[in-house]
């Protein structure tokens, strides 16, 4: 029944254009290039072979505070504050205040940066950043906030 109505009603042109307004010009489309980045594919996110903690080489020179070190997290209470830091060969260890590593005594600590002093110098690890990363750890002779 469909089907024969439509044969009973006539097929018209094209719509037509609205009066005083101008034809669209069409565009032709672009795809702006990407760039490559060959430095995710060589080391896919997914790779079997990847481990907590590769970063690569690190760039920070051997005598660096804590080089080889990264915070890898920290949980704080009322009463206690534990940071978990990851060493050099990626073996991990707990940290409570006043614990040392490497000489370095671990002062204070928040949700973003362990504060460690040695012989009046102190120096911070950032959480999240790569092992021996300079730009994200700093170091200094001013005591230190956290």
């Known amino acids: 029944m469909i089907f024969g109505l439509q044969l009973l009603i006539p097929a018209s042109g094209p719509p037509q254009t609205p009066l005083g307004l101008a034809a669209r010009r069409t565009r032709p ?61 990626g073996k991990t260890q707990t940290l409570h205040r006043g614990d040392a590593l490497d000489g370095w005594r671990l002062v204070a ?12 110098a102190h120096h911070a690890l950032v959480i999240g950043a790569p092992a021996g990363d300079p730009a994200k750890s700093s170091a200094s002779t001013q005591p230190t906030e956290p």
Not at 60 to 86: D, E, I
């Open 29 to 89: 489309v672009t795809v702006p290039k990407l760039p490559e980045y060959a430095a995710i594919l060589a080391s896919p996110l997914f790779a079997p072979d990847r481990r907590p903690g590769d970063a690569g080489t690190s760039s920070a020179p051997a005598n660096a505070p804590l080089a080889g070190y990264a915070a890898l997290g920290a949980a704080t209470g009322r009463t206690v504050a534990t940071a978990l830091v990851s060493g050099p060969g």
């Open 109 to 120: 600590l928040d949700r973003t940066r362990l504060i460690f002093e040695r012989d009046g």
